[in-house]
């Protein structure tokens, strides 16, 4: 197995030797590096508005003015303090802006990915002002969009449906048709209908209109880098990332997706030493953001990535030597492949019996998995109804003043009758866990003391409490509640129980913990056992 994986490393270090990157996708990595390394210069620039803004904000007359600017700067850049700028807007907010605080709270629980939080928010959500409701249309229809690809299926076709519908609204409300807003919304829409050639003639159609900002031009180019990998071509896909990670180090925006969208490509490329060098920065970033949906999305990339890297290190420096073995190895491995197949033959038939075995028991414990699911619920929806329907006999009874009937307790609602039930379904669960418990047990006693059961009975009070113990309920206060018996009660039946057997206190309860469960026996007492309420 060793010589295979050599083998296969060596052959793939030769195919991603052959692959290389073009002269204009080295140039924008180039470029992407320069800019990486002016980041720091970046950064200084926009905390210098920051604090430019705080020192305002200690005079200014319209604090939530300066609180909303702060807002803008944070949004993207660090979600904890974009969150407690939205609390200092809720505070100085007249009651005409507390929708808009209301969107920015949802734009940055979106951004953080509390998407419930966000559509819980945007639900209620009530504003009137014209602008504001382009807003919330923007953020409710993205928000839509990320909850479908996350849910999948059904679900997610719903969530689709509503951002699709919202974006819809919002395009009819654009008026102007020309403008960079109104391709980018008719692109997402081709994109989320799965139209990718119309929707990249639209994004490169928003790209080309009035220049949007920087922040803007990221996200243009970045849906644009999605757009061509989704339709097979990853150089495109590249060039478009870099050119949205550029966008978003000159905007020091850390909310993003196109540094780890460009780690992803180079690694399909073969290049994995620069996919792990920026997988690296983009978790760096989501953790500067402190984007939990964003680190959780990297953190699935990032160790595969950096095992391959660390793979490809040790690969290049023994590559020399492999090659000069290979010929020579796989003669070697032929001949002793040969040997120790037929030696194994007989123990992989063995393995193979004793995997189908395993896979059995595993359908059977499976089975009776569902099935006591399945009868709990039952049982559980049959004591709600009968409590309702008592709940409801009593009402009537009252407003129609018959106080005699008042006394009178249904079958169904008895609660000496449901104990008896409940004590019924208990006997049948743990027998259907445990279906040899009785004999076992007995076999922990001396022979003159063991439990003999009454014609109908399942266990006795005995018993249940043993095995409730064997499921692992050790408490005595919780199996006293269980049963409906006084502390005094269990510890008693407990002492008397434990002198009836030659064991030690410690050898009785281990020997109780391996009696065996989940079998063939347990699935059809399931099955001829129905809880009834």
Known sequence: MKLRVLILLALTQVLVGAYALTNSEKRQLQELDAILSERPQIESLKRARIDSLYRTAITEN????????????????????ALIFVRFMEKEATQAQLSEVDLCRAFVFHSGGLF?????LLDRWSGTDSTLYDDYLAIYSRLMWDMADNAGGEIGEKYNRLGNQSAEILLKRTSARDTAQFHYLSAILDLREKNYTRSIE??????????????????????LAHLYR??????????????????????????????????????????????????????HDAQQYNARYRQVSIAQSLPIIEEQWMEQLKQQQH??????GVVALLFCAGIVGIIVLARKNKAIHAARHTIHQMNEH???????KEELLGTLLVGHSQYLSTIAQYQQDVKENAVNRQWNRLLTIPKKADARLQRIAFGRQMDTLLLSLYPTFVHDFNNLLLPQNRITLKEGELLNTQLRIFALIRLGIGQNEIIADILDYSLNTIYNYKSRTMALSPLSADAFYRALMTIPSFSKEGVDMVQSEKFKI
Request: aromatic letters at 12%.
């Open 62 to 81: 319209e604090p939530y003015r300066i609180y909303k600017e702060l807002y803008e700067e944070y949004k993207s850049y660090n979600y904890d303090t």
């Open 116 to 120: 419930k939080e966000a559509s819980d």
């Open 202 to 223: 639209r994004c490169e159609a928003a790209l080309r209109a009035t220049p949007p900002s920087l922040h803007h031009r990221a996200i243009y180019a970045s849906t």
């Open 230 to 283: 989704l339709s097979g071509d990853n150089h495109a896909a590249l060039r478009w990332s870099v050119e949205a990670a550029i966008c978003d180090i000159r905007s020091s925006t850390f909310e993003t997706v196109a540094m780890r969208t460009i780690a992803e490509l180079l690694f399909k490329e073969g290049e994995t030493e620069l996919a792990n060098r920026y997988i690296h920065i983009a978790m």
């Open 319 to 324: 590559f020399a030597w492999s090659l000069l």
């Open 362 to 368: 595993l359908v059977e414990a499976n089975k009776l």
